[in-house]
């Protein structure tokens, strides 16, 4: 049961990340005026992720994983609750201080998005 929830959880928070980065792109493209749901995605993230790791923590299992995709679990994890201080910065910024931190906040999701990607590869299910 555990091995399912691991799996079941961990893709979840997968679809949650490429809809979280997908909705300002579609929120453009379809005109929408409100990133709502992108920014309960951002908050709710770290959550899931948070959750989507306690069940094979706790179980002291980690041995049968890949440590270097543990590695970039971990920071991923470190890196979605920076994004989360980078986005609620975001809102309320204005000006070249706002430019700034778009740009951080794209580079810090294409870095988060990368270290998703290898730890998928180096201990998917």
Not at 11 to 37: C, H, M, N
Not at 49 to 58: I, R
Not at 112 to 123: K, P
Request: no cysteine.
């Amino acid at each position: 049961m555990s091995f399912l929830w691991s799996a079941l959880s961990g893709w979840t928070v997968v679809l949650l990340l490429a809809a979280g980065i997908s909705i300002p792109y579609l929120a453009r493209l379809l005109r929408w005026s409100s990133l709502a749901p992108h920014y309960g995605l951002g908050l709710l993230l770290p959550l899931a992720a948070t959750l989507h790791a306690a069940l094979p923590m706790s179980q002291l299992r980690m041995a049968a994983f890949d440590a270097t995709g543990l590695t970039l679990a971990t920071g991923a994890l470190a890196l979605m609750v920076w994004q989360t201080g980078l986005g609620l910065a975001l809102r309320s910024a204005g000006g070249s201080e706002r430019r700034n931190l778009r740009r951080r906040h794209f580079v810090t999701m294409t870095i988060l998005a990368a270290l998703v990607l290898g730890h998928i590869g180096l201990n998917r299910a």
